[in-house]
């Protein structure tokens, strides 16, 4: 059992690392600069307290692709799929953007992940990402309804994702461009507007499908 000094070490290490890994990437960060930065004397407490480095890297991680999944989904499958989408959107841009964590360490982790991925990436996807996107298609497959191939679905679910995602890779450059926006402030108007930007591209696919299927009929 670990005692509160214990504890208390491990979380500084734990900080420390997020701090270092966004700074220098999975890759260059090493055990002596992640243990200067919690204020540790012992290069070996890396090892002591996580087991390696890569294991340290992988617990934060784990924080990052689990976070999504802390949301209530309860009663999901009885909620129509505009609620769906709708909840989808707000939960995302909550976790996101909320505190402005677009220019935390853990999103620069983030980011670093998806453009130069470490080698645990894999199995992260599978364990995560994988039934949330089976969870969000469907939802795109209930909007779009008979008619929606397998591509259209996959699409709009990029569509709306990419969207949501945008901050976190464009806020470097974005708030030079626009110094005054607060994504603290703004970030359930920008649930909103992405949720019924979405509902009229979704609408209009449909629209398009419909009329196929009625112009595919009077033929």
């Known amino acids: ?6 504890s208390l070490t491990r979380k500084r290490l734990f900080n420390a690392g997020i701090k270092v890994f966004a700074k220098k990437g999975f890759r260059d960060a090493t055990v002596r600069e992640i243990c200067k930065q919690a ?14 480095k890569e294991k340290l890297y992988r617990e934060i991680l784990e924080l990052i692709f ?12 009885k909620k129509t799929p505009e609620l769906q989408l709708k909840e989808m959107i707000q939960n995302f841009c909550s976790m996101l953007y909320k505190k402005n964590v677009s220019a935390s360490d853990i ?21 995560y990402n994988r039934p949330r996107v089976e969870r969000h ?7 779009l309804g008979d008619g929606a191939t397998e591509d259209m679905v996959r699409d709009c679910l ?27 402030e703004k970030y359930e108007a920008w649930a909103d ?7 009229g591209g979704i ?7 419909k009329k196929h299927k009625e112009d595919s009929h009077g033929d």
């Open 158 to 184: 990029v569509s709306v994702s990419g969207q949501l995602l945008y901050y976190s890779f464009a806020w470097p450059v974005f708030s030079r461009l626009f110094p005054k926006y607060s994504l603290d």
């Open 66 to 77: 689990s976070e999504y999944d802390k949301f209530d989904l309860q009663e999901w499958k």
């Open 137 to 143: 298609l469907q939802i795109f497959n209930d909007l």
């Open 39 to 52: 204020d540790s004397a012992n290069i070996n407490s890396v090892n002591y307290y996580f087991g390696s």
């Open 1 to 6: 059992m670990q005692s509160q000094q214990d």
């Open 107 to 127: 999103t620069t982790i983030f980011v670093y992940e998806m453009t130069r991925p470490s080698p645990f990436i894999e199995d992260f996807v599978y364990q």
């Open 193 to 199: 507007h992405v949720f019924e930007f979405s509902m």
């Open 203 to 209: 609408n209009s696919i449909k629209e398009k499908l």
